[in-house]
Structure formats: structure tokens, C-alpha cells
């Protein structure tokens, strides 16, 4: 027998499932699965929203303060000064030549000998000037003597002619005569003198007080009157002077305090400028205006007892032209610049207050500034940190003190603002 395999097995109608009955329960986890989502939602907002009301509650650390050094601005006197090189100049230097023709017979001075005025040199034979002021002294006694016999004949002649003993011209050639012999007795004077001082030119003695150099001459050597052979250099040390220059630009300054008659002080230090060799005051300055370089030559005068300074040195000078009394002081370095703006950080309560001010005067690492009062406490370090209002931690002040006349400033002229520079800092 054949089996239909196309037949559909057959179910009661209890165990079918309606359609209707299937949705309903798609609806349902539908349902539940968005209300997880939204429940997980809201746990997580309330998560987050919790996270950041709790940082918001946490205090957020205190920046580190800033360690700074201070100094305190005090008020005081500063001096005007200006700067330049200078070269050591002796008051006298005399170079001495032979005035005569002679063979050295004589050095009477070592080499490196302080000589008063009159002390004797180089000594020439005078044998052959001796033998000639002789001649001119022997002559000399000759003509006074014709002199005196033709003053004698005058005399008798004037009395015979006052008794008509004789005639008016013989008196007459006798007056002549013996004016004649006067004339002669006068050349022969000055032919004497002549050889005097001929004689005395062969006994060589120091013209001033000084030091001597080394030795140019020895004995046996001839010199020639006409020659250029110096025989002995003496230098005066004792005063001495220094000759710098004064800017154009600075030389009103000057003259007006010359003009009140002031005595304006120089100090010379040494190459370095850093050690102070002599005190000395401005002497005078030249009559006129170096055009090549716009300076104006000044001397001074120092006092070298201890042979300090020695001729053509070459000296840093320092010319006090003014002082500025009863300014306010405070650190060079504790000025700050940006462009043209000059500024400096006032500590007050350890915060630190930016203010403006207008530097002046520098000298011995302190500036004249104006714009804080004397007894503001300003820093002096860490300005690649510090900033207008920032809170500081201060070490002990220190007191300005006033500049030291040893040190040189390092400006060519003083009467110009001077400032550290910048780091890190702005302008107020």
C-alpha cells in the first residue's frame, strides 16, 4: 500500500499557538531590556555627577611661594662721577744735552738716583774753556787799564784847557778816547761771562728734583755741543699729574663747578679698576675741543710721596663732579628693565608689589631711584619667578650702605640711569 508522504500530521486545537500571544510577550522584554538601559543610565549620571561634586569639594593645593632676598632702600648721598682712562704725566721731564764741546771726564749719578736741584751729573774737561777765559780776563785788565790812563789825560786836559793852555779839540779827542776804551772794556766783560759760563757749562748739574733714568753717557765719551746726545733724563715724581679726557657732553657740569671756584676731586686706579693707587684734585682743563674725538684734555695733580704712580702708567680716573645728598638708594641689581620701562618688586605683608620708578645715579652698586620712599623693602633675587602680587617668603633684609669711593663704577659717565636686566619679568 501505498504512503502519501505530503500529509500534514495533525494538532488539536488546544495545543496551537494564537499570534496575538506572541507579540504581547516581544512587548514585554522589550520593555525590560530599555528600563535596564535607562536604569544603567541613570546610575551612571549619578555616578559622574557624584565624582565631580566631590572634586569640586577637595581644596586645591597652595602654589609653592617664591624665596627671595631682600635689601631695605635707605636714604643717603651718592657722588656725580665721571669715568675715563688717563695716562701718568710728570709736572717736569728734562732731557739734558751738553752745551759744549768736550770729552767726558766725569758720570757723578747711578742709574735709578732721586737728585735734588744742584746735585752735579756729568762733568767735561774744562781745561781748553779756562785757558780762553784767562785770555779774555788778561785782556779785560789790559783795556781797564787803558781806560783809567785815558780818564787820567782828560782830566788834565780839562784843566789846562780851563786856563786856555790848550785848544778846545785836543779835549775834545781825548773825551772820545776815552769813550772808546769804556766800550772796549765793556767787550772784554762780556767776552769774560762768555768764557765764565763755558767753563761752568762743562760742570753739569740736575736742573730739578727728580729721578734719574739709565745711563747714556760714560766717561771718555765726546760730545758735541751741536749734537743730539742726551747725556741724562731726570723725571719729577713728587707732585705728579695724570692727563684724561672729559666728554663734550660733560664739560658744563664741570665748568660750572670751576667756576664756583670747588675743588673737585680724582681718584686714579689701576688698569683693573679695581684697586684705588691715589687721591688727587682736577688741576685745569685745555682751552679747546679734541674734534676727532669730542673731548676736552683735563689735568690733575696727586700727591706720589710713595711713588704710587709712576710717569706714562696707564690709570682709570674717576672725577667727582657733584653729589647728590639725601636721595633714596637701593641695589643696581635690584632694578629690573623691559624696553624703556625701569621697575623694581616692593614686598610688602610677602607679597610682592610691582612699581614703577626712574632710576638716576649709579655708583659702588647702588642706584639713586625715584618712585619708592626710604625703608620700602624690595627683592633682590629670583626675578625669573616673581611676578605683580605674588606671594614670597623673604630672607633677612639687607641694608643698603653708602657707595664706597674704592670701587670705580663700571659707566664711562654716572650721570646716566643704570639697570639690571630683565629675566622673565614684564613691565608693570
Same mark, same amino acid.
Given at each position: 500500500?501505498?504512503?502519501?508522504?505530503?500529509?500534514?500530521?495533525?494538532?488539536?486545537? /488546544?495545543?496551537?499557538?494564537?499570534?496575538?500571544?506572541?507579540?504581547?510577550?516581544?512587548?514585554?522584554?522589550?520593555?525590560?531590556?530599555?528600563?535596564?538601559?535607562?536604569?544603567?543610565?541613570?546610575?551612571?549620571? +549619578?555616578?559622574?555627577?557624584?565624582?565631580?561634586?566631590?572634586?569640586?569639594?577637595?581644596?586645591?593645593?597652595?602654589?609653592?611661594?617664591?624665596?627671595?632676598?631682600?635689601?631695605?632702600?635707605?636714604?643717603?648721598?651718592?657722588?656725580?662721577?665721571?669715568?675715563?682712562?688717563?695716562?701718568?704725566?710728570?709736572?717736569?721731564?728734562?732731557?739734558?744735552?751738553?752745551?759744549?764741546?768736550?770729552?767726558?771726564?766725569?758720570?757723578?749719578?747711578?742709574? /735709578?738716583?732721586?737728585?735734588?736741584?744742584?746735585?752735579?751729573?756729568?762733568?767735561?774737561?774744562?781745561?781748553?774753556?779756562?785757558?780762553?777765559?784767562?785770555?779774555?780776563? /788778561?785782556?779785560?785788565?789790559?783795556?781797564?787799564?787803558?781806560?783809567?790812563?785815558?780818564?787820567?789825560?782828560?782830566?788834565?786836559?780839562?784843566?789846562?784847557?780851563?786856563?786856555?793852555?790848550?785848544?778846545?779839540?785836543?779835549?775834545?779827542?781825548?773825551?772820545?778816547?776815552?769813550?772808546?776804551?769804556?766800550?772796549?772794556?765793556?767787550?772784554?766783560?762780556?767776552?769774560?761771562?762768555?768764557?765764565?759760563?763755558?767753563?761752568?757749562?762743562?760742570?753739569?748739574?740736575?736742573?730739578?728734583?727728580?729721578?734719574?733714568?739709565?745711563?747714556?753717557?760714560?766717561?771718555?765719551? +765726546?760730545?758735541?755741543?751741536?749734537?743730539?746726545?742726551?747725556?741724562?733724563?731726570?723725571?719729577?715724581?713728587?707732585?705728579?699729574?695724570?692727563?684724561?679726557?672729559?666728554?663734550?657732553?660733560?664739560?658744563?657740569? +664741570?665748568?660750572?663747578?670751576?667756576?664756583?671756584?670747588?675743588?673737585?676731586?680724582?681718584?686714579?686706579?689701576?688698569?683693573?679698576?679695581?684697586?684705588?693707587?691715589?687721591?688727587?684734585?682736577?688741576?685745569?682743563?685745555?682751552?679747546?675741543?679734541?674734534?676727532?674725538?669730542?673731548? +676736552?684734555?683735563?689735568?690733575?695733580?696727586?700727591?706720589?710721596?710713595?711713588?704710587?704712580?709712576?710717569?706714562?702708567?696707564?690709570?682709570?680716573?674717576?672725577?667727582?663732579?657733584?653729589?647728590?645728598?639725601?636721595?633714596?638708594?637701593?641695589?643696581?641689581?635690584?632694578?629690573?628693565?623691559?624696553?624703556?620701562?625701569?621697575?623694581?618688586?616692593?614686598?610688602?605683608?610677602?607679597?610682592?608689589?610691582?612699581?614703577?620708578?626712574?632710576? /638716576?645715579?649709579?655708583?659702588?652698586?647702588?642706584?639713586?631711584?625715584?618712585?619708592?620712599?626710604?625703608?620700602?623693602?624690595?627683592?633682590?633675587?629670583?626675578?625669573?619667578?616673581?611676578?605683580?602680587?605674588?606671594?614670597?617668603?623673604?630672607?633677612?633684609?639687607?641694608?643698603?650702605?653708602?657707595?664706597?669711593?674704592?670701587?670705580?663704577?663700571?659707566?664711562?659717565?654716572?650721570?646716566?640711569?643704570?639697570?639690571?636686566?630683565?629675566?622673565?619679568?614684564?613691565?608693570?
Amino acid at each position: 500500500m501505498t504512503v502519501d508522504t505530503n500529509e500534514q500530521p495533525h494538532i488539536e486545537r /488546544g495545543h496551537q499557538l494564537t499570534a496575538h500571544g506572541s507579540d504581547s510577550h516581544r512587548h514585554k522584554v522589550l520593555w525590560i531590556i530599555i528600563g535596564i538601559v535607562l536604569l544603567l543610565v541613570i546610575v551612571l549620571a +549619578v555616578v559622574l555627577t557624584w565624582r565631580h561634586v566631590d572634586a569640586a569639594k577637595k581644596v586645591a593645593p597652595a602654589a609653592p611661594k617664591i624665596t627671595v632676598t631682600t635689601a631695605t632702600a635707605t636714604k643717603g648721598d651718592i657722588g656725580v662721577y665721571l669715568n675715563a682712562i688717563g695716562t701718568v704725566t710728570p709736572v717736569y721731564t728734562a732731557s739734558i744735552t751738553s752745551q759744549v764741546n768736550g770729552l767726558v771726564v766725569a758720570v757723578h749719578y747711578k742709574e /735709578g738716583q732721586l737728585v735734588s736741584k744742584g746735585d752735579p751729573l756729568v762733568d767735561i774737561d774744562p781745561r781748553p774753556y779756562r785757558a780762553m777765559l784767562l785770555q779774555a780776563q /788778561g785782556a779785560l785788565e789790559r783795556d781797564q787799564n787803558l781806560l783809567a790812563q785815558a780818564q787820567m789825560d782828560l782830566e788834565r786836559y780839562r784843566a789846562a784847557w780851563a786856563r786856555n793852555a790848550i785848544a778846545k779839540q785836543i779835549l775834545d779827542d781825548q773825551e772820545k778816547l776815552v769813550l772808546q776804551d769804556e766800550g772796549a772794556v765793556k767787550n772784554d766783560q762780556g767776552t769774560v761771562q762768555f768764557d765764565q759760563i763755558q767753563v761752568e757749562y762743562c760742570h753739569i748739574t740736575a736742573p730739578i728734583a727728580g729721578r734719574l733714568g739709565l745711563r747714556l753717557v760714560d766717561p771718555g765719551n +765726546v760730545v758735541q755741543s751741536s749734537g743730539t746726545t742726551t747725556l741724562a733724563v731726570i723725571t719729577q715724581l713728587d707732585p705728579i699729574t695724570v692727563i684724561f679726557t672729559v666728554p663734550e657732553d660733560s664739560l658744563g657740569p +664741570v665748568e660750572s663747578r670751576l667756576r664756583q671756584r670747588a675743588t673737585l676731586a680724582v681718584d686714579a686706579f689701576d688698569r683693573t679698576a679695581q684697586r684705588k693707587i691715589a687721591s688727587g684734585k682736577l688741576l685745569a682743563l685745555d682751552n679747546q675741543i679734541d674734534t676727532t674725538t669730542g673731548t +676736552v684734555k683735563g689735568r690733575s695733580v696727586f700727591d706720589n710721596k710713595n711713588d704710587a704712580l709712576f710717569p706714562n702708567q696707564f690709570v682709570n680716573t674717576r672725577l667727582l663732579v657733584n653729589t647728590l645728598r639725601g636721595v633714596t638708594l637701593v641695589p643696581a641689581s635690584a632694578i629690573q628693565q623691559n624696553g624703556q620701562a625701569s621697575f623694581l618688586y616692593v614686598i610688602q605683608d610677602n607679597v610682592a608689589h610691582m612699581r614703577s620708578v626712574k632710576p /638716576g645715579v649709579t655708583d659702588g652698586g647702588l642706584t639713586q631711584v625715584e618712585g619708592i620712599n626710604p625703608g620700602d623693602v624690595v627683592a633682590n633675587s629670583s626675578f625669573d619667578k616673581l611676578q605683580d602680587k605674588v606671594a614670597v617668603v623673604t630672607s633677612s633684609p639687607v641694608t643698603t650702605n653708602q657707595p664706597s669711593t674704592n670701587q670705580p663704577s663700571t659707566k664711562h659717565v654716572s650721570t646716566k640711569p643704570a639697570a639690571a636686566s630683565p629675566r622673565g619679568s614684564s613691565a608693570p
